[in-house]
């Protein structure tokens, strides 16, 4: 089983910048982020997918990145321009499938880290 462990998450004003980075203990196919927000379902926020491949959920286009190191088994994400509405535990995954956008298509998951937007 991969080992995930995150790491970036903080406190951050609305229009700032942040990056979370997730490291994995194994190469996998591919690595993605969700978010869950109190009260709320768990969230794809975006994904990256061996040999180059990047998705996003409709509400991070264009704010935010993702980004692999492949000799370091590590993915990034770079959230720019964060909104209020950002606050939430991020949660990094891997998984050796198909399919991007439901945490059902992952196998692994890392602990979560906190992202807090303040306004």
């Known amino acids: 089983q991969v080992q995930l462990v995150e790491s970036g998450g903080g406190l951050v004003q609305a229009g700032g910048p942040l990056r979370l980075s997730c490291a994995a203990s194994?190469?996998?196919?591919?690595m993605g982020w969700f978010r869950q927000a109190p009260g709320k379902e768990r969230e794809f926020v975006a994904a990256?997918?061996?040999?180059?491949?990047?998705y996003y959920g409709d509400s991070v286009k264009g704010r935010f990145a993702i980004s692999r190191d492949n000799a370091k088994n590590t993915v990034y994400l770079q959230m720019n321009s964060l909104k209020p509405e950002d606050t939430a535990v991020y949660y990094c995954?891997?998984?050796?499938?198909?399919?991007?956008?439901?945490?059902?298509?992952?196998?692994?998951w890392g602990q979560g880290t906190q992202v807090t937007v303040s306004s």
């Open positions: 990256y997918s061996w040999p180059g491949g990047t």
């Open positions: 194994g190469r996998t196919f591919k």
């Open positions: 995954a891997t998984g050796n499938s198909a399919g991007y956008t439901s945490d059902t298509w992952y196998d692994n």
